[in-house]
């Protein structure tokens, strides 16, 4: 069946209208307060979006103020070194978002004397910017009727209008994409889009939703048939490969800590860690030789001191952490080098190694 076909489908003796209103009504009384909703700042909106994706709103509150009070300008931001926004970024996680938002910042400093570009295609296709994040921009910031769909978003839309497709497929967003297009208001397109985020948050939530304090109840074809509960429809990933590794903390006579840069492409780019042994590899009997084959320095005494799990999207880190006592003032390998405990404060490292310092 034909996109439109299928849409007019869907939406064939749905009251639109209606629908718009009791959103954007509800939006506007019921709405929380948060830092990035101060104004339609189009920089702050497109930050506030990079952070939320995949984070709770709780989580990014603290960083998105400091991120701001920081770099409050696109030309802050572009000036900065990354080394800088990765450590204004340590604790979020997905650090791709941070340098994929500094270099379009760039190119919006440099292309488009600083301000954020409202034509779609302009915005599109800056780095870092998919179709979510764009819609979010235009809608929120510019008041352009374009759809931002998100997984709060499609869950809300596929029970108001009883929606079965697989939302873990591209093409269900897509329908989602055009669904949006359909209904949205063409008069509050911020408050329409921001509504659909809020219910899905506060009232449409994954499990147990509140469908009794609903503003759009009555609309919801899924809660009048009884099946709020099974919607949406979302098959499950694949399960997560487990990657097991050592972590040695590697500390010289003088006190001072072994720390390495990780490379600039891949998991976790450019930020700093303390030295990673596969233990697929690598053996416990062997690590003396692959620290001296590796740095170039001789272990004195190592011992075992805490057990890590980290989990990523796709992969889980079983970290065994080890306190490494060596001889040595320098380490091979370029990119790795022994700073003093309060140098370690100006490096960002990712969380499952910010957890390993307690331990110094």
């Known amino acids: 069946m034909k996109n439109v076909e299928r849409i007019n489908e869907i939406v064939k003796g749905f009251d639109e209208q209606s629908f718009q209103n009791d959103l954007i009504e509800w939006f506007k009384a019921e709405q929380r307060t948060l830092p990035w909703r101060e104004n339609q700042d189009p920089y702050r909106v497109w930050v506030s979006e990079i952070m939320l994706q995949q984070t709770k709103v709780d989580t990014v509150i603290p960083y998105f103020n400091n991120f701001m009070e920081r770099f409050p300008t696109p030309e ?9 926004v990765l450590k204004a970024w340590e604790g979020l996680g997905y650090y791709s978002r941070a340098r994929n938002l500094q270099n379009a910042i760039r190119e919006v400093v440099a292309s488009y004397d600083g301000h954020v570009p409202d034509e779609p295609e302009e915005l ?43 939302i873990a497929k591209q093409s269900t967003r897509k329908l989602f994409e055009l669904l949006i297009r359909e209904t949205i208001s063409k008069e509050d397109p911020s408050s329409f889009n921001q509504g659909l985020m809020e219910l899905g948050a506060l009232v449409c939530t994954p499990k147990s939703p509140t469908c009794m304090l609903c503003p759009v109840q009555k609309h919801c074809r899924a809660y009048h048939e009884g099946l709020e ?26 006190g001072e800590v072994l720390i390495q840069q990780r ?98």
């Open 76 to 84: 802050a931001l572009a000036e900065a070194d990354e080394q800088e």
């Open 124 to 166: 599109g296709a800056l780095k870092g910017i998919g179709p979510y994040t764009k819609g979010a921009i235009l809608s929120i910031a510019f008041d352009q009727p374009e759809p931002a769909v998100d997984g709060n978003v499609m869950r809300v839309l596929a029970r108001v209008l009883n929606i079965h497709d697989d």
């Open 229 to 254: 509960q099974e919607l949406p429809v979302k098959k499950k990933k694949k399960k997560q490969k487990k990657i097991p590794y050592y972590a040695l903390i590697v500390k010289n006579e003088e």
């Open 263 to 360: 490379p600039a492409d891949g998991l976790l780019a450019n930020l700093w860690e303390f030295p990673m042994a596969p233990a697929t590899e690598v053996g416990e009997q062997d690590l003396s030789e692959w620290l001296r084959t590796t740095y170039g320095l001789e272990i004195r005494k190592m011992r075992h001191v805490d057990r890590i799990k980290h989990v990523f999207s796709h992969i889980i880190w079983e970290i065994e952490v080890l306190t490494v006592e060596t001889e040595g003032r320098e380490a091979a390998l370029p990119n790795a080098k022994f700073v003093t405990y309060k140098e370690l404060s100006v490096y960002p490292f990712p969380v499952s190694h910010q957890k390993m310092l307690k331990h110094l």
